[in-house]
């Protein structure tokens, strides 16, 4: 199989990663709830992989990082966990996944704040002229902004985003699920309020951990509460970080699994990881160009973007492409509205019927994207527009 679908989640996975998954699962029982050895070995180890994800992502505090079951937890944690009153108002940009956009819209309908989505241009994904007036004029809460889209694959102004919420004291949230573990990313120089990420995309890790940054001076409403292995004889949370929100059984194997992926890029090297992915991105935006009736959605140039590239084909349904490239050629794609709505919605491909999304990952090869682009070529008539051979790197 030839796999494009890494931006829903990287795979496969390093090597490291599937052999530190098994060991835990074979000798470390529940981490901190047992007075074995095994379970105060866990309950220690957890704390060394939070050292180490906090370490890589800037975090100066570990203790203000929240592991969680996935970014769209720690997203929906950021968001309903916020003191809002009526009146309130969210700004988001244009290009949110539903896992920011649907809580926002929740808090509308439950707490009666307003949303207001930041318009988005081709070439100008944020407009930070109207965050600035919308902040001057209106009593704003939060801003919501994305790393990059995981629909065009913009890049975004987060940190000016960041810091125009910081000089007007409201609150900010960056979703660096599509870019930590490809791109730098260090919170303390970001100086966002929180950060939330993904453990199972470029991170590397499994499924089922993410995890949230929340500076010292911000408190949040719990979203779920229950047991945390510490204060056991308390009715009430303890409301310290980082366990007042780490509630039941951690999972210490995707946990593990996460530290290991973040230790395989320190030592692969992200600027390596970066410029082979942005490499293979701009080969297959080189092979799709000069297609007849195919449209490429957002940037032109590799390094404006990620490795997703999103294209309509006109004449052909994204989903029956999709399905097309996989049945006859055993190639993995995403095609709709990719869990973003509001994205398609601002590129115009909403209504409709979305796009095909292919994101590129480390462990691709020139050959695949090569593959790719003649199954494309095939389906809009054209005979080959493939590039020239490259050297891989080793």
């Not at 310290?240 to 890029?265: C, D, H, M, Q």
């Not at 209504?351 to 199954?375: K, M, Q």
Request: charged share 20%; with cysteine; aromatic share 6%.
């Amino acid at each position: 199989m030839i796999y494009f679908n890494n931006a829903a989640t990287t795979w496969p996975k390093p090597e490291s990663v599937y052999d530190v998954v098994s060991k835990v699962m074979r000798s470390v029982e529940s981490p901190g709830r047992s007075t074995s050895r095994e379970s105060r070995r866990g309950a220690f180890d957890v704390e060394i992989a939070r050292q180490r994800v906090a370490s890589f992502l800037g975090i100066p505090d570990a203790s203000r990082l929240v592991l969680t079951p996935g970014c769209t937890y720690s997203l929906n944690l950021a968001i309903q966990g916020l003191p809002w009153k009526r009146g309130d108002v969210a700004l988001l940009t244009g290009l949110e996944h539903h896992a920011v956009s649907r809580p926002i819209r929740k808090m509308a309908e439950e707490r009666g704040i307003r949303f207001v989505v930041v318009p988005y241009a081709p070439g100008k994904p944020v407009d930070l002229d109207f965050i600035e007036e919308t902040l001057r004029h209106h009593r704003c809460r939060l801003v919501a902004c994305t790393c990059a889209s995981n629909v065009t694959g913009e890049l975004l102004p987060y940190g000016a985003v960041a810091q125009i919420a910081r000089e007007h004291g409201v609150t900010s949230l960056i979703d660096a699920s599509q870019v930590a573990g490809v791109l730098p990313v260090d919170v303390a120089k970001l100086g966002a309020d929180m950060v939330a990420f993904a453990g199972h995309k470029s991170l590397m890790g499994p499924m089922g951990v993410g995890g949230l940054y929340v500076r010292p001076e911000l408190q949040l409403r719990t979203l779920v509460e229950g047991g945390t292995g510490k204060d056991s004889g308390k009715h009430a949370m303890s409301g310290r970080y980082p366990a007042n929100f780490e509630v039941g059984t951690l999972n210490f194997p995707s946990i593990a699994g996460l530290a290991e992926g973040v230790k395989w890029i320190q030592e692969t090297g992200i600027d390596r990881i970066r410029q082979h992915e942005t490499g293979l991105t701009g080969r297959l935006l080189d092979g799709l160009r000069d297609m007849p009736g195919v449209t490429i959605h957002g940037p032109q140039e590799a390094e404006a973007r990620t490795s997703v590239v999103s294209i309509t084909v006109e004449g052909h349904a994204p989903r029956e492409l999709a399905d097309w490239l996989a049945s006859e050629h055993d190639i993995a794609t995403r095609a709709g509205y990719h869990c973003a709505p509001l994205a398609h919605e601002s590129i115009g491909t909403l209504p409709g019927e979305g796009t095909l999304r292919f994101s590129i990952g480390y462990f691709n090869t020139a050959e695949e994207v090569d593959d790719v682009i003649e199954c494309l070529a095939a389906a809009t008539g054209v005979s080959s527009v493939v590039s020239e051979p490259v050297v891989e790197l080793a």
